[in-house]
């Protein structure tokens, strides 16, 4: 005994955390008791607080056995086996191995364990270790079902809180809307709108020296090409947001598990195991916007990153393995000619064939058959009646938005003037501040003014529509003389191309006759 180098182990975890009993000054009071009462001598103590016993890294327990590995300590106490771990192979290992091999004693109090006593207690160590691990995975299971009801009650559980919303401080497990970052969420899906990629987005955002979601978080991307505080825009960062249904005011939770209760490795859940419950907080996207971005993303996912623009990049498929077609320009012949990917990518193992066609010509036997299916199968006195009917009355209610959202942005400034000529008196604000600040603001509050009248008058004009350019749009977009990438866009869902050149057109509309 007197040649004994104690380590004293303790351990809590989150779990154990309502367990008054196991409390870390419970078991410290237990540990030194015992030491006190068989004279040992205690060398260092290990605490592990926080920590589960289902796997071994813990802070605490690795210093313990770099300490057994150095020779400092030669026996361990702790105030049951469970303490040192509820991982039964582990335990196991270290109890009937690891232990005996460094001449490492090792007491559980409570268990009546002691390793270098020949008693029944060490007999029946591994059974013990497997109840410790089968209570783990019990807590496991019920904190795993507690959190599942949750969710399915549309309680957001999560601990940090998507980017754009914060918690309730009034009820932790409700969002409200991060005013600042949710304006940065709209300029992407705006962006996004205007047939802008994912790539294109991140180094428009950056250019500007917006935060990023990192950035709030408080990690910065270690770069040299931008302000550490701001962080850079990447290409994932821009597709988690556009593709989160959580910005229509819809909860989408459990689209991650764990492996096991053992393993803090996560993995992606099927979409179709989502936990989803509609209308849970406030929509910071309307369900309208969200839905049309997401037919445009697949579309615009390269086309802006290349130097020439090709009117049906992003909508061609391979009809024979069904991956994307890719356009390229060849300098040597001048010319553009398509390529299915998964061959470029994959040719060695001649997965595919090239697909290789002349791209002008192709697009040109498209849009033939384009004009030609829409001749067949729109009639151009119903396309009349119904915009005669609507009068483009459907732009009204998005003008008056865009009228209601200047009007509440002018208010919010005339409070902040007021704001500061009250900080000015009460001498918070100097003259020359107040000044300065008030210049600004009132050239703000003047052209959201200007912008508001320019919109009433925008939508007194929507609701007439002469009937001389009824017929000039119609005729524009049954010839399709000079088709737009947004009327593309909107007439074709994909387009498939096949080795042997034959070509299926996947159209957005159905034949209803």
């Not at 932790?172 to 790539?199: M, P, R």
């Not at 990192?214 to 960062?237: E, F, H, P, Q």
């Not at 929509?283 to 993303?297: G, K, M, P, S």
């Not at 010319?335 to 290789?356: G, I, L, N, Q």
Request: one cysteine or more; aromatic letters at 10%; a positive charge.
């Amino acid at each position: 005994m007197n040649n004994s180098k104690v380590g004293l182990y303790i351990r809590l975890s989150r779990d154990d955390g309502n367990i008054e009993s196991d409390s870390i000054v419970s078991q410290r009071s237990l540990l030194n008791q015992y030491v006190k009462e068989n004279n040992y001598n205690v060398i260092n103590e290990y605490v592990d607080d926080g920590f589960t016993g289902t796997n071994f890294d813990r802070p605490a327990f690795k210093r313990m056995i770099e300490d057994i590995e150095l020779g400092k300590i030669n026996m361990i106490i702790t105030k049951d086996m469970s303490r040192l771990g509820r991982d039964y192979i582990g335990t196991g290992e270290l109890i009937e191995k690891y232990f005996p091999n460094n001449n490492i004693r090792y007491i559980a109090i409570n268990d009546g364990i002691d390793t270098f006593i020949d008693n029944t207690s060490n007999d029946i160590a591994p059974f013990k270790a497997i109840m410790n691990d089968m209570y783990a995975k019990d807590i496991s299971k019920k904190v795993k079902t507690s959190l599942h009801s949750r969710m399915k009650d549309g309680l957001y559980v999560s601990g940090r809180c998507p980017f754009g919303y914060m918690k309730d401080p009034n009820n932790k497990n409700h969002l409200l809307i991060n005013e600042e970052q949710a304006s940065i969420v709209k300029l992407i899906f705006d962006l996004a709108l205007k047939g802008n990629t994912y790539h294109s987005i991140a180094r428009e955002l950056t250019k500007r020296k917006i935060k990023t979601p990192a950035s709030y978080y408080n990690y910065v991307w270690n770069t040299k090409c931008i302000s550490k505080k701001l962080g850079v825009w990447v290409d994932t960062t821009i597709k988690a947001i556009l593709t989160n249904q959580i910005y229509v005011g819809d909860l989408v939770q459990g689209k991650t598990k764990k492996i096991n209760y053992k393993l803090k490795k996560i993995i992606k859940t099927n979409p179709k195991d989502y936990i989803i419950v509609k209308k849970t907080h406030e929509a910071i996207i309307d369900r309208d916007t969200f839905n049309y971005v997401q037919t445009l993303l697949p579309k615009n996912v390269k086309r802006p990153e290349k130097k020439r623009f090709y009117l049906l990049d992003g909508l061609l498929y391979c009809g024979d393995c069904k991956h994307r077609i890719t356009i390229r320009y060849q300098n040597k012949t001048d010319r553009s000619y398509t390529t299915c990917d998964y061959y470029r990518t994959y040719s060695k193992y001649h997965v595919c064939t090239t697909h290789t066609n002349n791209y002008e010509k192709i697009e040109q036997v498209i849009l033939d058959n384009i004009k030609e299916v829409y001749n067949n199968y729109l009639d151009k006195n119903k396309i009349k009646e119904t915009l005669d009917s609507i009068s483009l009355e459907n732009n009204i209610p998005k003008i008056q938005k865009q009228r209601k959202n200047l009007e509440l942005i002018t208010k919010k400034l005339t409070e902040n003037l007021d704001k500061a000529y009250l900080d000015m008196l009460q001498g918070i604000l100097d003259e020359d501040q107040y000044l300065r600040i008030k210049k600004n603001l009132k050239k703000e509050i003047e052209n959201n003014q200007l912008n508001i009248d320019n919109l009433k008058n925008e939508q007194i004009n929507s609701k007439k529509i002469d009937n001389q350019k009824i017929k000039k749009y119609i005729n524009e977009f049954l010839s399709l003389e000079n088709p737009t990438r947004d009327l593309i866009i909107n007439l074709v869902e994909k387009i498939y191309i096949y080795q042997d050149k034959r070509i299926d057109i996947i159209f957005n509309f159905k034949n209803t006759t």
